[in-house]
């Protein structure tokens, strides 16, 4: 298993941006199959919304990869 982080620059990231940014997800279509699959929790719950916004605190888990959100400040 394979635990990160990831620093927000901004309020919050999309869940589907992120995927992508940390090239887990090649692209969209990737990412909707992977939703359809019910392969993604955020917080231990299915994550259902492609779109999902994340902030600092959430703990996304895709496939043996766990990322842990950050805020700037810490």
Do not use: P
Not at 12 to 32: G, R, T
């Amino acid at each position: 298993m394979t635990t990160s982080t990831f620093v927000l620059t901004e309020e919050h990231v999309q869940a589907n941006n992120l995927l992508k940014i940390m090239w887990l997800v090649e692209s969209s279509w990737a990412w909707k199959e992977v939703i359809r699959l019910w392969l993604v929790s955020l917080n231990g719950t299915r994550l259902e919304e492609m779109r999902k916004k994340l902030h600092a605190g959430d703990v996304l888990l895709f496939d043996d990869n766990t990322i842990t959100i950050l805020s700037q400040t810490e």
